[in-house]
């Protein structure tokens, strides 16, 4: 006879758990860039604008498609335009706009 469920005492449900690993991915945002445009990553601490780095995944297809993978990092935001220009001008519209509403949200 086999058993329905195997029960274990405390110690291996221990060592258990721990094997598990602390590894898991969130699934933060999607952003697909118009046609021409190039993904920016501006760094809000720093101001400094750089292009997106991206990690290249096999999507499975038998056509060999390949999907990428923003690497995100601490403090940045990213923003799809056509140069570092207009990267710079949305993001200081953002700030801009950002301020306004708390400002109007610490008035009330």
Same mark, same amino acid.
């Given at each position: 006879?086999?058993?329905?469920?195997?029960?274990?005492?405390?110690?291996?449900?221990?060592?258990?758990?721990?094997?598990? #690993?602390?590894?898991?991915?969130?699934?933060?945002?999607?952003?697909?860039?118009?046609?021409?445009?190039?993904?920016?990553?501006?760094?809000? $601490?720093?101001?400094?604008?750089?292009?997106?780095?991206?990690?290249?995944?096999?999507?499975?297809?038998?056509?060999?498609?390949?999907?990428?993978?923003?690497?995100?990092? #601490?403090?940045?935001?990213?923003?799809?335009?056509?140069?570092?220009? $207009?990267?710079?001008?949305?993001?200081?519209?953002?700030?801009?706009?950002?301020?306004?509403?708390?400002?109007? $949200?610490?008035?009330?």
């Amino acid at each position: 006879m086999k058993p329905d469920r195997i029960i274990l005492d405390e110690t291996d449900k221990l060592q258990v758990v721990q094997q598990i #690993p602390d590894k898991t991915q969130l699934l933060i945002d999607s952003i697909i860039p118009f046609k021409g445009h190039t993904l920016f990553e501006i760094n809000c $601490s720093t101001g400094e604008i750089l292009k997106a780095e991206y990690e290249e995944i096999n999507a499975g297809f038998i056509n060999g498609n390949v999907r990428k993978k923003i690497l995100v990092k #601490p403090n940045c935001l990213y923003i799809s335009c056509l140069n570092k220009k $207009s990267a710079k001008k949305k993001y200081l519209n953002w700030v801009i706009q950002k301020t306004i509403e708390q400002h109007k $949200s610490n008035k009330k």
